[in-house]
């Protein structure tokens, strides 16, 4: 087993665009790899306020100082500013839960208000489990395309008032 079972993604796998393509992981450094997930969120700041991306900035929280591979920045809602923090993983083999663990530890300590794990590898049920019950995002590079393994910690079914246009969703 490769550590999950394929049916558990939450979400279905999306395509990167022309524009932002993944290179075969084995080529890229550990460098390459994080610098390549942080120009694919990039690419998805122009339906943010303020948006800011940057690569292994130290950050403090209450228990010392981290360095994060990428931290996220920007504004929703007219102003209300978020932080996500990214870890990204260039391993072979499956990411373990003691990785996600720390991971929260770091989101906690740092006040950051998602925390979300990008692999080359797959991860392990445990490492899932772990991800599901503290809200951590899991994205797994699968064959040049981003795969959702895990996304939030309450998984929700979209509800739609009953009165929608019949094309919503």
């Known amino acids: 087993s490769d550590g999950h079972e394929r049916g558990t993604f939450r979400m279905a796998e999306h395509r990167i665009s022309k524009a932002m393509k993944f290179l075969d992981p084995e080529r890229l450094t550990p460098l390459e790899f994080e610098l390549t997930v942080k120009r694919w969120f990039e690419g998805f700041s122009g339906s943010l306020q303020s948006f ?31 932080e996500c923090i990214v870890e990204c993983k260039k391993h072979k083999n499956p990411i373990k839960r003691e990785v996600i663990q720390a ?37 797994e590079l699968v064959n040049g395309r981003l795969a959702y393994i895990q996304a939030s910690a309450v998984p929700r079914e979209r509800a739609y008032p009953p009165d929608a246009d019949p094309v919503v969703g």
């Open 103 to 139: 991971l929260h530890s770091r989101k906690e300590s740092l006040g950051a208000h998602k925390a979300i794990v990008v692999s080359s590898s797959s991860f392990q049920s445990g490492a899932v489990v772990f991800a599901e019950k503290h809200g951590i995002a899991l994205i």
């Open 52 to 82: 800011h991306a940057s690569h292994r900035e130290i950050l403090t929280g209450v228990d010392g100082d981290y360095e994060i591979d990428v931290a996220l920045r920007f504004a929703v809602f007219g102003g209300m500013a978020i």
